[in-house]
């Protein structure tokens, strides 16, 4: 299979790590956090550390390198890969670009009878139970290689990224197979500020004052700088095949992991305005002496997946589900 080695498929877990630093300058902006900011840690070895981009967040920014904003669809090379899609208020939405993919509150509705019968899943109700009780199904249990084909069928990224359908059962979960952070090491902050002139009122005497951008409003803001940034990449090949999905459904997926990979460091490592990173080199420490392949190679990989998945009857049809 061109652009995709056995070692990359048996290999138990594929862990990625690239080095980056600021495109221009040495600061840089992390993540922040409600009531926490910026999340400062110290390493085992008494090192400044710094949770540059969280898990979750990447999860995101993964799935966003495959989204075309022209287009308003999947980049080209993913044409037929299957999503769930919806119109809410004359506004689009879809699997991919939701928080919570297939069990956004916007398409759960609409695909969860579809996911139960699929998945094998009783919709009969506990006694007492409401629908969005997260055991409000009878079932004591979920077969979670069911429950994999049953969402892979519907929208492959899912089954990737993870996902929880406790309004099926609260048992039904997938756990990310693809994961990332960004992490920094030998942190300091750098304290900077500045204010916001209000050339007619610097007092802001006007109605409101302050409160409504009237007068001069001085800030501050906390930037990081560090000896080290590096961002981790995981794919979890033996969870994958631990769902049974057959070789067709497992190649795809594993490309399409690492498609995207490829595709944020290519040009999505732009975080924030004032997080912006070059990537000055990608290492692979499993398995050992294989290397991440090119944008191109993985595009071909999934282009033929995706064909081998429709023939073999594992994709909704049409591939995007309009609920």
């Known amino acids: 299979m061109s652009g995709l080695s056995a070692d990359a498929l048996s290999a138990r877990r594929i862990l990625i790590e690239a080095n980056l630093t600021p495109l221009q300058g040495s600061r840089f902006q992390p993540t922040g956090f409600p009531s926490l900011g910026a999340a400062e840690f110290t390493g085992p070895d008494g090192t400044a550390m710094l949770l540059v981009e969280s898990p979750q967040s990447m999860a995101n920014r993964?799935?966003?390198?495959?989204?075309?904003?022209?287009?308003?669809?999947?980049?080209?090379?993913?044409?037929?890969?299957?999503?769930?899609?919806?119109?809410?208020?004359?506004?689009?939405?879809?699997?991919?670009?939701?928080?919570?993919?297939?069990?956004?509150?916007?398409?759960?509705?609409?695909?969860?009878?579809?996911?139960?019968?699929?998945?094998?899943?009783?919709?009969?109700?506990?006694?007492?139970?409401?629908?969005?009780?997260?055991?409000?199904d009878e079932s004591s249990g979920v077969d979670v290689r069911k429950l994999a084909r049953a969402v892979f069928y519907y929208d492959p990224n899912s089954v990737l990224h993870g996902v929880f359908l406790e309004k099926i059962v609260g048992a039904a979960r997938l756990t990310?197979?693809?994961?990332?952070?960004?992490?920094?090491?030998?942190?300091?902050?750098?304290?900077?500020?500045?204010?916001?002139?209000?050339?007619?009122?610097?007092?802001?005497?006007?109605?409101?004052?302050?409160?409504?951008?009237?007068?001069?409003?001085?800030?501050?803001?906390?930037?990081?700088?560090?000896?080290?940034?590096?961002a981790y990449f995981s794919v979890d090949t033996t969870l994958l095949m631990s769902y049974g999905l057959g070789k067709d459904a497992e190649e795809l997926l594993v490309a399409l992991a690492l498609l995207k990979i490829r595709r944020f460091l290519e040009g999505s490592a732009r975080l924030r305005s004032a997080c912006d990173?070059?990537?000055?080199?990608?290492?692979?420490?499993?398995?050992?002496?294989?290397?991440?392949?090119?944008?191109?190679?993985?595009?071909?990989?999934?282009r033929n997946s995706i064909a081998a998945c429709r023939r073999g009857g594992l994709f909704a049809d049409p591939a995007k589900t309009v609920v």
């Open 277 to 302: 990173f070059d990537v000055e080199a990608i290492n692979t420490r499993r398995p050992s002496g294989w290397e991440l392949p090119s944008a191109a190679d993985l595009e071909g990989v999934v």
């Open 176 to 230: 990310r197979v693809v994961s990332a952070f960004i992490e920094a090491r030998g942190v300091r902050a750098v304290e900077s500020g500045g204010v916001k002139n209000d050339r007619i009122d610097p007092k802001g005497k006007a109605k409101g004052g302050a409160a409504k951008g009237f007068g001069n409003v001085p800030f501050s803001r906390t930037e990081y700088c560090a000896s080290e940034i590096t």
């Open 62 to 136: 993964l799935e966003a390198t495959i989204w075309d904003d022209a287009r308003d669809d999947l980049i080209a090379a993913l044409d037929g890969l299957p999503f769930v899609s919806t119109v809410v208020d004359g506004r689009g939405t879809d699997s991919i670009r939701e928080a919570h993919r297939l069990n956004s509150p916007y398409l759960i509705d609409g695909i969860k009878v579809r996911l139960q019968e699929r998945a094998g899943i009783s919709g009969k109700k506990a006694k007492g139970k409401s629908a969005d009780d997260e055991d409000a």
